[in-house]
């Protein structure tokens, strides 16, 4: 089990910013790929960014690149999505999820964090 908790959320205009965390429990955070979701209402959960166990790798939609960043500091066993420029399309339940290795594909993530809400108004 990797117990993810995200926080960082909150109610925002369009052009700011706002970085979510994702905080893990265990000692073996450092062995799992990370990734970031998103879920609208009345749309499914959609793939947002991934980062390698160590950070090597990172991954994005196409639509977050260039605004959104992802990092991951394995000694605080926290991964980090740094989001800029936000849109009111942005809004969603954000959640970040631990897998074996860095996928886009939703079912490739074993474990899930709660989410945390992202609101960005015009």
């Known amino acids: 089990q990797v117990p993810l908790v995200e926080s960082g959320g909150g109610l925002v205009q369009a052009g700011d910013s706002l970085r979510l965390s994702c905080a893990a429990s265990?000692?073996?955070?450092?062995?799992?790929?990370m990734g970031w979701f998103r879920q609208a209402p009345g749309k499914e959960r959609d793939f947002v960014a991934a980062?390698?166990?160590?950070?090597?790798?990172?991954e994005f939609a196409d639509s977050v690149k260039g605004r959104f960043t992802i990092s991951r500091d394995n000694a605080k066993n926290v991964v980090y999505l740094q989001m800029n420029s936000l849109k009111p399309e942005d809004t969603a339940v954000y959640y970040c999820?631990?897998?074996?290795?860095?996928?886009?594909?939703?079912?490739?993530?074993?474990?899930w964090g709660q989410g945390t809400q992202v609101t960005v108004s015009s």
């Open positions: 999820a631990a897998g074996g290795s860095m996928s886009t594909r939703r079912n490739w993530y074993n474990y």
């Open positions: 265990g000692r073996t955070f450092n062995s799992y790929a």
């Open positions: 980062i390698t166990w160590n950070g090597g790798r990172t």
